[in-house]
Nanobody, 116 residues
């Protein structure tokens, strides 16, 4: 079965950095684009970044462009989100997602808190 397990969240001061990871299993990872979303308290879940199968195409939300970088390792079946220059408004639970034959799968999420 499809499994996505996020890790790397935590508490960081404004201006700091974190690297999130999502370990994938149960499907042929290299064949699917991967997504990072986030959900802040009281807000809807929003798309943060997308990476294509070949790692040649990435897309970012305007709010994170220039600060976040999505990447993937098709050998280790892992997708990463490098987050730099973090702001308090980046505080959220971060989720990875994959869509396989029309069905979407989510991980359990990892909490990122940006606070001094």
């Amino acid at each position: 079965q499809v499994q996505l397990v996020e890790s790397g969240g935590g508490l960081v001061q404004p201006g700091g950095s974190l690297r999130l990871s999502c370990a994938a299993s149960g499907f042929t990872f290299r064949n699917y684009g991967m997504y990072w979303y986030r959900q802040a308290p009281g807000k809807e879940r929003e798309l943060v970044a997308i990476i294509s199968t070949t790692d040649s195409s990435t897309t970012y939300a305007d709010s994170v462009k220039g600060r976040f970088t999505i990447s993937r390792d098709n050998v280790k079946n892992t997708v990463h989100l490098q987050m730099n220059s973090l702001k308090p408004e980046d505080t959220a639970v971060y989720y990875c997602r994959v869509v396989i034959r029309g069905s979407g799968y989510w991980g359990q999420g990892t909490q990122v808190t940006v606070s001094s």
